[in-house]
Every structure is written in structure tokens, then in C-alpha cells.
């Protein structure tokens, strides 16, 4: 599975943002999808994850905030950013999980596919 995402960018807090990761391929209808994120310094942080059966999950401090969608027709996830924070700012990455799990997941080492990362900067 290949993983490109886009639609990073600079934005002012308090505006949103839309994220898209398209994969190659998703022919393991379990296959579940994240994203994450990596600020200067630190290290990489879950973000929020979706099943194909729609179960989600999110980062607490997005939750309410960050919508995360997919589209399997189209292999694509989606993660809608709004009332963006400064705190937000860093480099987001998709991923995918082909592990078979019918539970949305958290931690980065189940997740064996990668896309190459957007990034996003938001300005106070």
C-alpha cells in the first residue's frame, strides 16, 4: 500500500483545514486508516484512526475539533481540521493498518504503511 497525502498548508487559528491521504489500494476491507503527527522536537503523536466499519477514535485534545472520514470507493481518508490551534502545528501523517483489528487504532507500531507527511502551520 502507497500513501500520499496533501492539503497541508499555513493557516490562522481559529480557521480549518482538510487533509486527504490517498491510498493504492485497500482490498483488506479491515484495513484500518490514521493519522498522526510529529511536531518540531517531539515525537510522533496519534491523532485520530478509522476502521472501514466506521469506528473512530480521537486524540483528546482534537476530539471535537478534527473529523476523520474515509471513502473506500476512492481509497482515501480524510481529516478535516477545524478551530485550528497553534498547538496544532506539525507534520501530519496517514497510515495504514493491514492487520486485520475490527478497532480503530492508537499506537504507531501497528501501522505498517506510511504516506510522506503534510505539513501544517497554524499562526496565532
Known amino acids: 500500500v502507497q500513501l500520499q497525502a496533501s492539503g497541508g498548508g499555513l493557516a490562522q487559528a481559529g480557521n480549518a483545514l482538510r487533509l486527504s491521504c490517498a491510498a493504492s489500494?485497500?482490498?483488506?476491507?479491515?484495513?484500518?486508516l490514521g493519522w498522526f503527527r510529529q511536531a518540531p522536537g517531539k515525537e510522533r503523536e496519534f491523532v485520530a484512526a478509522?476502521?472501514?466499519?466506521?469506528?473512530?477514535i480521537y486524540k483528546d485534545s482534537v476530539e471535537g475539533r478534527f473529523t476523520i472520514s474515509r471513502h473506500n470507493a476512492k481509497n482515501t481518508v480524510y481529516l478535516q481540521m477545524n478551530m485550528l490551534k497553534p498547538e496544532d502545528t506539525a507534520i501530519y501523517y496517514c497510515?495504514?493498518?493491514?492487520?486485520?483489528?475490527?478497532?480503530?487504532?492508537?499506537?504507531?507500531?501497528?501501522?505498517?504503511?506510511w504516506g510522506q507527511g503534510t505539513l501544517v502551520t497554524v499562526s496565532s
Open positions: 497510515a495504514a493498518s493491514k492487520s486485520g483489528s475490527d478497532r480503530p487504532l492508537r499506537s504507531p507500531a501497528l501501522y505498517g504503511y
Open positions: 489500494e485497500l482490498t483488506d476491507t479491515r484495513t484500518v
Open positions: 478509522i476502521t472501514s466499519g466506521g469506528k473512530i
